[in-house]
Every structure is written in C-alpha cells, then in structure tokens.
C-alpha cells in the first residue's frame, strides 16, 4: 500500500513539474514575438501594405466589400486602376485573422475582405486589423460598396453608385444619374448630374441626407417612415403632403423618382451650383 501511495505521489509532482516547464515555454514564445514586433516602448504593431496596378475598360464595375476601415476613391481621366490597401495590426497573428482578395479582368475589379485562415478559437475570440482601402480609378466606371466599416468618400463617377452596410459617413462627389443607399450609420451626400429611371433609392438610414442636383434636374420625391423633415431652398420645389412622417414632393416638372424609406434624420435638396456657392461664401466668411 505504501509503495502505492508513493508511487501516486512521484506521478502526480511529475505533472506539476511538466506543467511549470509547459507554461513557462509558453510565456518564453510570448516575449520573442514580442521582442520581435514590438516597439521602444514595448507596444506591439505589424502593418502591411498591399499595392496593385490593373487595366479597366470604360464602363467596368468596381466591387469593395468586406472592409474592416475606410474607402477613399479618387478619380480621372484613365484607364489605370490603382489600389492601395495598409492593414495593422497588433500582431502578424491578428493580420492573418483576415485576408484581402483582389479580382481584376478588364470589365471588373473585385476588393473583399473575408475571414482568414485561422483557427476556431482564434476567429471567435481573436481582434481584427483595421484596414485602409484608397483608390486611384477611372471616372467611366459604376461603383459598389457593402460592409464597409468606415466612412466612403469618392470623387466623380459617371455610372451608377451602390452602398449598402456603411458604418460612416458616405459622400459621393458626384454620380452618373442612379444612386442606391441601403443600411447607411451616418450622413450621406451626394451630387446627382443627371436623374435615370433607376433613380435614387435609400433605405434605412441613421443620419441626414444632402442630395445636390444638378442644374435642369427634375424628380418626384417619396419619403415613408422618417424621423426628420424634408427641406428644399429651390424656387421649383413643391411639397405637396407631409403627414405622419410621410412626405410628396415634386422639383421641377417632376420625373423620375428620388425614393426614401426608414430615415433617422433630414433630407435637404439642393442645386449642386447653389451648395457650391454656399460654400465657397462661407469659407471667405470665414477667412474675413
């Protein structure tokens, strides 16, 4: 019996001993990646810079979704793509967490976001990089934006404009003559130099909405569910009902449809040269 218990006893000091050793190698490769990322001040960052060139044809769509940060697009007179992605992290880990993939044929270019290939506990419980997405693009393109986890700032674009998922701000410079706004935490304005049949379309916004319409630009507007007004300095603005939340309006001689769901906030319609000219007297106010 007593060989027994000294033989229960050496097993179970064995495992202690192997336990310390195991949580000591442990905290050791914690420090050398610390060591090997960190900075002066023992804080820990991995960057990563993605950067591509492709060839567009006029009138090619361009895809960014899945984007854990901003979207910055500038655009000319091209045919050159440019993308510029920076991700950081704290860690080379947490860059792994997600991965960007890029998909590019003269009529298309595709940027996503998307889980990377990592563990499930590190998935689940693991923080995400944060990431940049800037743009260099031709201005004959359409554009869609979804999940994207920051404000959507683009120049001049002569197709359509497609944003769903923003958790920002969304402003457009200016779109071809079609516009769509789907699940929007944050202002949007956009400047419309022409008015399609597809029209403009929003829903489910948690902000203010400043449409600038070029100069001859007529519409009918809708506006359902709202929690705000609908304001307009235009001398062809009618609103003709505003009830309930609910507003009918015509600018113009009316015409395609400007057409507002499930807003938190304001609508204000205005001339693209008016808001222009607001501006620039106001920045000399302030400038006196």
Request: hydrophobic share 35%; no cysteine; net charge neutral.
């Amino acid at each position: 019996m007593r060989r027994v218990i000294i033989l229960f006893l050496l097993v179970a000091i064995a495992a202690a001993a192997g336990i310390v050793r195991s949580h000591s190698k442990a905290v050791h490769s914690i420090s050398e990646v610390r060591a090997l990322t960190g900075d002066s001040d023992g804080k820990r960052e991995a960057r990563e810079e993605i950067r591509k060139r492709y060839e567009l044809s006029s009138g090619a769509q361009v895809e960014v979704s899945g984007i854990n940060g901003g979207l910055k697009i500038e655009t000319s007179d091209t045919r050159t793509a440019e993308v510029y992605i920076e991700r950081i992290g704290k860690s080379a880990e947490e860059l792994q967490r997600r991965k960007i993939t890029i998909e590019s044929s003269p009529s298309n270019l595709k940027i996503r976001g998307e889980k990377g290939d990592v563990g499930f506990l590190a998935s689940f419980f693991g923080s995400n990089p944060s990431e940049q997405v800037t743009l260099k693009l031709p201005r004959q393109i359409s554009l869609v934006a979804a999940g994207i986890n920051g404000a959507v700032i683009t120049d001049q674009i002569d197709g359509s404009v497609t944003v769903h998922g923003v958790n920002g701000k969304v402003d457009v410079g200016q779109a071809g003559g079609a516009a769509e706004f789907h699940g929007i935490n944050g202002n949007i304005a956009v400047t419309l130099n022409s008015l399609d049949r597809e029209g403009i379309s929003i829903n489910g916004v948690n902000g203010n909405i400043d449409i600038r319409l070029n100069e001859g630009v007529s519409a009918n507007l809708e506006a359902h569910g709202m929690n705000g007004d609908v304001v307009s300095d235009l001398p062809d603005f009618v609103l003709e009902k505003a009830k309930h939340g609910s507003y009918y309006a015509h600018l113009g001689t009316g015409g395609n449809s400007i057409s507002a769901h499930g807003i938190n906030g304001n609508i204000r319609l205005s001339r693209a040269t008016t808001a222009s000219t607001m501006t620039v007297s106001q920045q000399a106010k302030g400038k006196g």
